[in-house]
């Protein structure tokens, strides 16, 4: 059973950083896409980054674009999320997730929360 554990969340004032972290247990296959996602009360959960586990390269959501960061670990089976200059509306519960595709996941952390103050 494929486990994602998401740590690095809290609260910060807008043009703020934080970065969170992803530990997929066990080594992903070459195949696997791993992702984030967020969520806010209310709404669905929306794509934020992905990113190829093989070739390590990254898509980005034009709202994110330009400040957050995916990046990979090997040694650690970990991915980050690098987030700059934070704005309000970056406000949400932040999501790992892990699948094949861009922009999708089959399989979810617990997720954390981010908070993002004006």
């Known amino acids: 059973q494929v486990q994602l554990q998401e740590s690095g969340g809290g609260s910060v004032q807008a043009g703020g950083s934080l970065t969170l972290s992803c530990v997929h247990s066990?080594?992903?296959?070459?195949?696997?896409?791993m992702g984030w996602f967020r969520q806010t009360p209310g709404n669905g959960r929306e794509w934020v980054a992905s990113?190829?586990?093989?070739?390590?390269?990254?898509y980005y959501a034009d709202s994110v674009k330009g400040r957050f960061t995916m990046t990979k670990d090997n040694t650690k089976n970990a991915v980050y999320l690098q987030m700059n200059n934070l704005r309000p509306e970056d406000t949400a519960v932040y999501y790992c997730?892990?699948?094949?595709?861009?922009?999708?996941?089959?399989?979810w952390g617990q997720g954390t929360q981010v908070t993002v103050s004006s």
């Open positions: 997730g892990r699948s094949i595709n861009i922009g999708e996941a089959n399989y």
């Open positions: 990113l190829r586990w093989s070739s390590g390269r990254t």
């Open positions: 066990g080594r992903p296959y070459s195949s696997h896409v």
